[in-house]
């Protein structure tokens, strides 16, 4: 019983709920730390900027720390992706072989799906901020996220040929209000 009782008041130090720049991640932190590394994309968040930067959550105790980034997390996907998120590997890695070459990982449509949900995100995020933007600023940003120029390309042709994305006569880019009335109710 004791030991139930010191379990419960260790349970009620604060916790800083924050999300990552970068990925977009929700994680949590002592406010003890002076910094936090994102287990998604490794980016090193210093707590001084986090709390001068960021928009923090404090709860108080570890167990509602955990369940209030769950619940962060399934809102972000929902709002995204428009689904729960699935609770499996996102990428299937092959057998190491023998030869020089082979320490290579082969790229599989998961892979590619995955970097057209990190660019379809991206492109929403600067639309919250720009109604248009040049393509540039897209190219700056999926550079952050190790998405490389010629795979952007492709994907905004993609998007431009789906019509979630238009392509303005002054070379900036759009989201299709249509599908953004979708996004942002």
């Known amino acids: 019983m004791i030991d139930d009782q010191k379990g419960i008041q260790k349970d009620k130090k604060p916790y800083i709920i924050f999300q990552c720049a970068k990925c977009r991640q929700y994680m949590y932190v002592k406010p003890a730390q002076k910094s936090k590394k994102c287990l998604r994309c490794g980016k090193m ?6 709390k ?3 928009q923090v959550d404090i709860v108080y105790g570890m ?7 769950k619940s962060l997390q ?3 996907a929902l709002k995204y992706i428009k689904a729960a998120p699935a609770l499996q590997a996102q990428y299937q890695f092959s057998p190491i ?5 082979a320490n290579t990982v082969k790229k599989t449509a998961a892979q590619e799906k ?3 949900e990190v660019v379809r995100i991206l492109i929403m995020d600067l639309s919250h901020q720009y109604k248009e933007f040049p ?8 550079q952050e996220h190790n998405i490389d120029q010629k795979t952007l390309d492709g994907i905004i042709r993609h998007f431009i040929r789906e019509k979630e994305l238009i392509a303005t006569n002054s070379g900036y ?6 599908i953004e009335k979708d996004l942002h109710p």
Not at 63 to 69: F, K
């Open 52 to 54: 001068e930067c960021h």
């Open 63 to 69: 167990s509602n720390a955990l369940n209030r980034v």
């Open 173 to 178: 880019l759009k989201v299709n209000n249509a």
């Open 97 to 101: 072989k023998k030869n020089n070459e």
């Open 114 to 116: 995955t970097k057209e």
């Open 135 to 142: 393509s540039y600023m897209l190219s700056m940003v999926a």
């Open 45 to 50: 968040h210093s707590l001084q900027a986090i």
């Open 74 to 76: 399934n809102d972000f």
